[in-house]
């Protein structure tokens, strides 16, 4: 079993920042496509970012362009999410996840990835 373990949450003001960090054991993720969701009160679990295999290509929803930046280490074990200018509505558990496979048109498709983390809170007050 896929184990992805997220950190870096915690309680920022608006227009501060925070960088979560998922790490993965288990398997060779060298391959997998890495993403992160978020999950406020009252809403579905909604799509962020992901990153390719490679590193090389990113995706965002649209609400976070330009001050969000998702990233992967050297070794594709881990992904990264840069969080800049951070906003009240960004207030959620964000979740990482793990995908092999994935086509692009799935990318932002919670269903399609193979295994999330247990969460990290963050809180942004205004």
């Known amino acids: 079993q896929v184990q992805l373990v997220e950190s870096g949450g915690g309680l920022v003001q608006a227009g501060g920042s925070l960088r979560l960090s998922c790490s993965a054991s288990g398997r060779d993720f060298s391959r997998y496509v890495m993403g992160w969701f978020r999950q406020a009160p009252g809403v579905e679990r909604e799509f962020v970012a992901a990153?390719?295999?490679?590193?090389?290509?990113?995706y965002y929803v649209d609400s976070v362009k330009g001050r969000f930046t998702i990233s992967r280490g050297n070794a594709k074990n881990t992904a990264y999410l840069q969080m800049n200018s951070l906003k009240p509505e960004d207030t959620a558990v964000y979740y990482c996840?793990?995908?092999?496979?994935?086509?692009?048109?799935?990318?932002?498709?919670?269903?399609?990835?193979?295994?999330w983390g247990q969460g990290t809170q963050v809180t942004v007050s205004s």
């Open positions: 996840a793990a995908a092999a496979g994935i086509a692009p048109i799935n990318i932002r498709t919670s269903g399609r990835y193979d295994s």
């Open positions: 990153v390719s295999w490679s590193g090389g290509i990113t």
